[in-house]
């Protein structure tokens, strides 16, 4: 990369920042707005998803939106200006509405513009989508099976032979990534530290405005701009000489259509960070699940056929992505509220995953649910890309494990990272208790 084209990309970063404190800003006004006009808004709410206690046990929170004598299809939190839609009905909805609910402006919190598929909606979604979604179809995922059957044995492999690991960093997290950078064509030996360079994108992602959020948004911005000026090279190479790689995919052109460095940059960004967060946070949490319910263990290793279950219970209870944000482009109205058109508006997969009047008893993990609707996935032209590679990972780890373990056990305290959207562990150890015979 050129000292011009760094800079300018680094007075991107910048603007990327200054337009989010801008967007928090707008969200007050189109809010104070319409409270002037004195037309009823829909029922407030104390929910805030960045306050400490959410992050930490956000559920307590989720049925006071979805219980009571009259349930609203909105709430507005005024503390964040933003407008909460939390039934499984009406998020289903709202997500497959794209025009009236703008992804345009990104769908984390604050209010960015960026050149990539999941802050864009149609046409220009379509079109980034077309590109990246060569990687994920039905034919490459079964050309990925070896890989996904070689990553996830060998560290499967080396947890059995320890009797204990820390979950997080040496299952949950690297599976993913390792395949998502094999996916893209990033040399091994670079691979480690294009995931450290995710994990601080990810994080300063969906930081709050506070001056801890601030230095998360910093490191973010510096990792996001060394990210770049290692991937530049691989771009180019790839231009010029391209492999079977997902980079290689994105390179050539499509009719006269090409997608620009930025553009793959951004996809590949996106796929790196937020696109490996979805398998480490639903791994992680169903082996905390089946150690803290060892009856659900045992019934797997006697069931293994419902492993594909057990992936998607624990995506519907766990759900890895808490929710997305849209911006109304227009007056949306849910049941008897109203969404001021403007408004910032935070769509809350997990909540609508233990809606009550769509799931019985929801907050109880069951191997015979079998929850294939449930929204982890998001859903209309945003519909994760990624499905079938979680899917695969999870069956692949849990078959590989069940047979060789007879149980698995808490050895020591776990974390939850402290992030308002993505809902995982952060640091969970376990024993693991050898099956006899093994």
């Known amino acids: 990369m050129t000292l011009a084209r760094r800079l300018r990309f680094r007075a991107s970063l910048m603007k990327v920042g200054v337009d989010g404190a801008l967007g928090v800003a707008r969200d007050k006004a189109t809010s104070y707005g319409y409270s002037l006009t004195g037309r009823k808004t829909a029922p407030a709410t104390d929910f805030d998803p960045f306050s400490a206690q959410v992050m930490l046990d956000p559920y307590p929170g989720y049925r006071s939106l979805l219980t009571g004598p009259e349930v609203p299809g909105v709430w507005y939190n005024r503390k964040r200006a933003i407008w909460i839609i939390a039934g499984y009905d009406d998020v289903r909805k709202a997500l497959r509405d794209n025009e009236a609910l703008s992804s345009a402006q990104s769908q984390s919190r604050f209010r960015v513009y960026l050149p990539s598929m999941n802050a864009a909606d149609p046409p220009a979604h379509t079109r980034l989508r077309k590109f990246v979604s060569r990687a994920f179809t039905a034919r490459a995922m079964a050309a990925w099976q070896t890989n996904i059957n070689e990553v996830a044995d060998e560290l499967v492999d080396t947890v059995v032979r320890q009797g204990h690991t820390e979950a997080v960093t040496e299952l949950a997290k690297p599976l993913p990534t390792r395949l998502i950078a094999r996916m893209l064509g990033i040399p091994q030996q670079d691979q480690p530290q294009f995931v450290a360079w995710s994990d601080d994108m990810v994080a300063g992602a969906f930081a709050p405005l506070t001056p801890h959020g601030m230095r998360l948004s910093a490191r973010s911005g510096s990792a996001t701009a060394a990210m770049r000026r290692s991937l530049d090279p691989l771009i180019a190479q790839r231009r010029a000489n391209p492999g079977d790689d997902l980079i290689s995919m994105m390179t050539p052109a499509d009719a006269d259509d090409v997608l620009t460095d930025d553009e793959i940059f951004w996809s590949a960004a996106m796929l790196i960070g937020a696109g490996s967060e979805t398998t480490t946070n639903m791994l992680s949490g169903l082996l905390l699940t089946l150690a803290q319910r060892p009856e659900l263990y045992a019934r797997l290793r006697e069931q293994p056929e419902l492993i594909p279950a057990a992936v998607?219970?624990?995506?519907?209870?766990?759900?890895?992505?808490?929710?997305?944000?849209?911006?109304?482009?227009?007056?949306?109205?849910?049941?008897?509220?109203?969404?001021?058109?403007?408004?910032?508006?935070?769509?809350?997969?997990?909540?609508?995953?233990?809606?009550?009047?769509?799931?019985?008893?929801?907050?109880?993990?069951?191997?015979?649910?079998?929850?294939?609707?449930?929204?982890?996935?998001?859903?209309?032209?945003?519909?994760?890309?990624?499905?079938?590679?979680?899917?695969?990972?999870?069956?692949?780890?849990?078959?590989?494990?069940?047979?060789?373990?007879?149980?698995i056990r808490l050895n020591g305290e776990y974390r939850y990272l402290e992030n308002p959207t993505m809902r995982g562990l952060e640091h969970l150890p376990l024993e693991l208790i050898p099956a006899k015979g093994v």
Do not use: W
């Open 312 to 407: 998607e219970e624990q995506l519907r209870m766990g759900s890895p992505v808490q929710g997305f944000y849209r911006t109304a482009t227009r007056d949306y109205t849910v049941g008897a509220q109203t969404i001021p058109a403007g408004a910032r508006v935070l769509l809350l997969f997990a909540a609508a995953n233990r809606d009550p009047r769509h799931y019985d008893d929801p907050d109880t993990f069951s191997l015979d649910r079998n929850p294939t609707d449930h929204l982890a996935f998001g859903g209309g032209v945003h519909y994760c890309l990624g499905v079938p590679l979680t899917r695969l990972e999870g069956a692949r780890v849990f078959s590989q494990l069940l047979p060789r373990v007879e149980s």
